[in-house]
């Protein structure tokens, strides 16, 4: 079939054709608008100057140490023409609540190092804080470029108006002052406002501030120019604001942007660069539109930016505020009482710390030390020196002659047992243990004799010793081991006789009943060491080297009266000083050792 039109026809058609596309061809362009080309060079070259630097300063901090001035930065950026500033709580909150410097102390590490944190009492009552240095407040100074050169820019002081409280993070400042003091005259450039509740998810959003690029001081910090960042509306985040959620972009936000300007592609702020994730690089956007409730205190001010272009936001439930004066801190008084508790909580700490290591140094020692005790019993003799102390004194006088000493006929041998008792490493390298040495000299071990006027005077002692030793070996290879035993003399026992103008006195020390009376703790210390050469697993021979500290009085029986009573011969004469026998000498032994295994003295390694 055909159809046949006419002209008319085909005219009406037409008009019915454009009546039809009419609304979606405006649909098109709204479409169009929404997808507007973001225009940086635009936002680069006209909004420059009213994007500023925040720098915390401390001129006290600065008087202590010119170290400690500089606190940190962020960004900013200028929305009235007298210098109002909005940015980020957390840029300045050191500016509001203060912050102080201290010496934590790192449980993992073992050391102490300073930190500064915006102040807080619960802070700061934390056990590993042990020491508040100082307790101050930050000056927030504002960098303002007039040009686009590295130097061209101003300084000026600012002070904190409101800040925000709650999940959205908000501030308001205002520039005062120049650094001299001076009221500012200045008229600023003041950035156009949007409509965060108006953004979308696709849009293209431009980040504008001073990201951190390097470390350094006040001066340094200066020298940071400003960068711009581009990224999408990536959607919002509820987690971290539930009221409406900040604004995700993949746009970098980085240290030193917080609290810089947003803008869209229509060239407006829309939102506060806050934060960022750093597990997905996703930046998160305070919506400019929270900073209406910031701002809602200071009326002529509201109704001046709402003018501008600032809303309310559909969902404001947690936007409280506060002012922007110092709230109260710690006074010296306060810091000092406090500081004196923690240095007292510290030091028991390090001493609790250092009793669970020397527990668990046992404990370790313990676990590895071998399931099995062993026994020695060892038998040596050899040759040792004597001392004589006042004793050569004492001979002297009753001689009469200074040039005698009580030496003579003295014979150096010796003789002793010992039987030890010790663990051994797993490796069985290392041996500890305790011993019980016996230690006996020859009877006449200080001996001499002289005639004076006619009259025999004669002196033969001899000495036994009880000691406890603790007992170290360590094994060279598989037949050496080498032996070290510092012991403390437990008991001692001096007998024999001295005959002085031809009578003979015998010393009180003398049979088992002296031991009984000549119990000394603590009489005297020995050190030895040396070698065990194993010939089989039960027996050894050994060799030892060491020297002994020994002095005991002089006591005899004098039964010369009606009764027998003790006494001790004077160094000179029948007065003074009392005669001091000292044993103190090198002695060097040789002998056997016998070794027998036990039962589990040591917990197994769990």
């Given amino acids: 079939m055909i159809f046949l039109f006419s002209k008319k026809h085909l005219f009406s058609g037409f008009v019915l054709l454009i009546v039809f596309l009419s609304p979606l061809c405006r649909r098109g362009t709204e479409v169009f608008s929404q997808t507007k080309m973001l225009d940086a060079k635009s936002i680069a070259d006209n909004y420059y100057k009213g994007v500023v630097k925040i720098l915390l300063y401390d001129s006290v901090a600065a008087k202590k140490d010119s170290n400690l001035a500089y606190i940190g930065r962020g960004s900013g950026f200028i929305v009235s023409e007298d210098g109002i500033i909005f940015t980020n709580r957390h840029v300045i909150d050191m500016c509001v609540y203060g912050y102080a410097h201290y010496d934590k102390y790192d449980e993992q590490t073992n050391t102490t190092n300073s930190f500064r944190a915006e102040y807080s009492e619960d802070f700061l009552r934390d056990s590993d804080i042990v020491k508040i240095n100082f307790v101050s407040y930050a000056a927030p100074i504002v960098q303002v470029y007039y040009g686009k050169g590295e130097n061209d820019y101003k300084l000026y002081y600012a002070k904190v108006v409101s800040v925000s409280m709650g999940s959205f993070d908000g501030a308001m400042l205002k520039i005062v002052s120049d650094l001299d003091g001076n009221p500012v005259k200045d008229s600023f450039l003041a950035l156009p406002i949007g409509n965060s509740d108006s953004t979308f998810q696709g849009e293209d959003l431009c980040v504008f501030g001073f990201p951190e690029q390097y470390k350094g001081d006040f001066n340094v910090m200066l020298k940071n120019t400003s960068t711009l960042t581009f990224g999408k509306h990536s959607g919002f985040d509820f987690v971290y604001n539930k009221d409406f959620g900040y604004i995700k972009t993949e746009a970098s936000i980085n240290r030193g942007n917080s609290g810089g300007p947003v803008f869209n592609a229509e060239g407006k702020i829309?939102?506060?660069?806050?934060?960022?994730?750093?597990?997905?690089?996703t930046g998160l956007v305070g919506g400019i539109n929270g900073m209406y409730y910031v701002v809602a205190s200071q009326i002529e001010l509201l109704q001046k930016l709402s003018a501008k272009g600032l809303k309310v936001p559909r969902n404001a439930g947690s936007i409280n505020t506060v002012n922007g004066e110092h709230k109260p801190v710690f006074s010296q008084v306060q810091i000092d009482a406090l500081n004196k508790k923690k240095q007292a909580d510290f030091e028991k700490r390090m001493d609790r710390k250092q009793k669970e290591k020397q527990a668990q140094d046992m404990n370790t020692y313990l676990s590895v030390t071998r399931s099995k005790f062993r026994f020695n019993l060892g038998v040596d003799a050899g040759a040792s020196s004597y001392a004589r102390g006042t004793l050569d004194a004492f001979w002297q006088t009753i001689n009469k002659d200074p040039s005698l000493s009580a030496k003579g006929k003295g014979n150096p041998f010796c003789w002793g047992a010992e039987l030890q008792v010790y663990g051994a490493d797993k490796k069985e390298k290392n041996f500890l243990g305790l011993g019980l040495q016996f230690f006996k000299t020859t009877k006449n071990a200080i001996a001499a004799s002289n005639e004076y006027s006619g009259v025999t005077n004669a002196v033969s002692l001899n000495l036994s010793l009880l000691n406890i030793s603790l007992v170290y070996f360590h094994a060279i290879d598989k037949k050496i081991t080498l032996v070290f035993e510092p012991s403390v003399?437990?008991?001692?026992?001096?007998?024999?006789?001295?005959?002085?103008y031809g009578n003979t006195y015998g010393e009180k020390q003398s049979g088992w009943i002296g031991w009984i009376h000549s119990i000394a703790f603590g009489g005297g210390w020995q050190f030895s060491a040396g070698a065990n050469y194993k010939i089989t697993n039960a027996f050894a021979i050994s060799c030892r080297a060491g020297y002994r500290?020994?002095?005991?009085?002089?006591?005899?029986?004098?039964?010369?009266?009606?009764?027998?009573?003790?006494?001790?011969?004077?160094?000179?004469?029948?007065?003074?000083?009392?005669?001091?026998?000292?044993?103190?000498?090198?002695?060097?032994t040789a002998g056997i050792v016998l070794t027998a295994a036990g039962k589990s003295s040591a917990r197994k390694k769990p």
Avoid: C
């Fill in 270 to 281: 829309i939102g506060i660069a806050t934060a960022a994730f750093t597990e997905t690089n």
């Fill in 489 to 500: 003399v437990y008991l001692n026992s001096m007998k024999g006789s001295i005959t002085a």
């Fill in 549 to 588: 500290f020994v002095t005991i009085q002089e006591v005899h029986v004098d039964d010369r009266g009606y009764s027998p009573v003790y006494n001790s011969f004077f160094v000179s004469g029948t007065d003074g000083e009392t005669t001091m026998v000292k044993w103190n000498g090198i002695n060097f």
